[in-house]
């Protein structure tokens, strides 16, 4: 067993032997340097490297691994290969790879332009052909993630004459772990190894097969085929044409990738950070500072405009701050515990729409279930901030105040917390990319507006 921590020493281990290497400019001693390790190690060594040293480690690949090497690499350093590598050696290298993945290469690294100069160099024109096809698909579709090889089973067979014909198929199939029982292009049945191995000899492909099959169309969004094929521990998942006839299908592998993307896309939204191409799946040190730059200020420009909302609330209660200064004391501890507080409902609730727990029809008891664990925390954290405001030294008013407040900002937002994402959803908007941004700033000034008037009233300097 391999532990995480030789995993890391091998990568720090690889990347000093190739920095000594390409220091001494010895491709001997670099060929010798890259033996042995895993495409994955060498791309993300090579995604730390500088563009010229990259290409140079990568024409010292042979071509299985650089080929895998080229799928395993970000965006930016894919693009830089096939902008920069021979047409000719790049063309015979994505030939290598699977045909969904040499499709997703093309389609994050390369222009049409330079997509379709490729593909025509290929040796294999009907796999070229092949992923024309899947690139014609909509980005973050199905049919933009599958194969068309699969292992495809006529139901009259016997198990014997199924397991001749596995023997004989195509090196490229995808997988064997499903196989799919087809007839006239239209999938009828649905099998695993493990049944076919558990099967008598004699018996017909028919008997065994899955009829209720599971499926999606050629157009269901990527996220939503993650979500099935999570939900039903499925390692594949076939995808229909419209009319009903097998397309291709999707395999696991393919998906953690999605899940990935999609996690750190929606990550970079909840921090206000605009999810580009550029940035959203790079290396930290490969950004340049100017991409990290733009996809940061647009929001923090427009947050910062609307926080002025909380400089005018202190500014309307300026008078009420003046008689008791103690008050501006307590305005960073009411201000964290409502941001947390509205934070922490809408990561909860965004997770729910993003797995289906919660739909559009929902909100009503989602208002009532927030309303009520609102206000279950704000008398549990109220009351620890009034024996905090006790132990200051702030006298039972203030500390009453200080509680009060606490159990509003808390209930406020829980509640306006888990109305937002709702809110967006219903209006197509992705949840993710406006509910932390807009749950700060709102819970900021409201909760000013709710602590200084609780003050006002309660408070007897204040009148």
Known sequence: MIRLETLENNTLRLEERVNAALGQDDETLLRTALAGYHPADLAEVMERLGNEDAIRLFRCLDSERAAEVLDELDQQKARYLLD?????????????????????????????????????????????????????????????????????????LTVEEAFAA????????????????????HLVGVLSLRDLVRA????????????????????????EVARLIARYDFLAMPVLHREGTIAGIITVDDIVDVLTEEQTEDAFKQGAISAEPGVINAPYFSI?????????????????????????????????????????????????TGGNTGAQTVSTIIRGLALREIRGRDAGRVLVRELASGVLLGLLLGAIAFGRAMWWGSGVQLSLVVALTILAICTWANTIGSMIPLVANKLKIDPALVSAPLITTLVDATGLVIYLTIAHLLLSQLH
């Not at 023997?167 to 007839?183: F, I, K, Q």
């Not at 008598?200 to 996220?223: K, L, P």
């Open 166 to 185: 596995i023997r004989r198929a195509d090196p490229e199939v995808e997988t064997l772990s499903d196989l799919y029982v087809v007839v006239d292009e």
């Open 288 to 336: 340049p500072i100017w991409r990290v730059v733009k996809s940061r200020v647009g929001w923090l420009v427009l947050l910062f405009v609307a926080e002025t909302a909380t400089g005018a609330v202190l500014r309307h209660f300026e008078s009420e701050l003046a008689k008791v200064v103690a008050l501006s004391f307590f305005v960073p501890l009411l201000i964290g």
């Open 200 to 223: 008598s000899g004699e018996q017909r492909i028919a008997e065994i097969m899955t009829r209720d099959i599971i499926s999606v169309q050629i157009d269901t969004d990527q996220e």
């Open 84 to 156: 920069n590598e021979v047409p000719e050696r790049i063309a015979a290298l994505l030939d290598l790879l699977p045909m969904d993945d040499a499709a997703g290469v093309l389609a994050e690294s390369a222009s049409p332009e330079r997509q379709e100069a490729l593909l025509s160099q290929w040796t294999d024109q009907e796999d070229a052909a092949e992923v024309r096809e899947l690139l014609s698909y909509p980005k973050s579709s199905a049919g933009r993630l599958m194969t068309e090889k699969f292992m495809r089973l006529a139901p009259e």
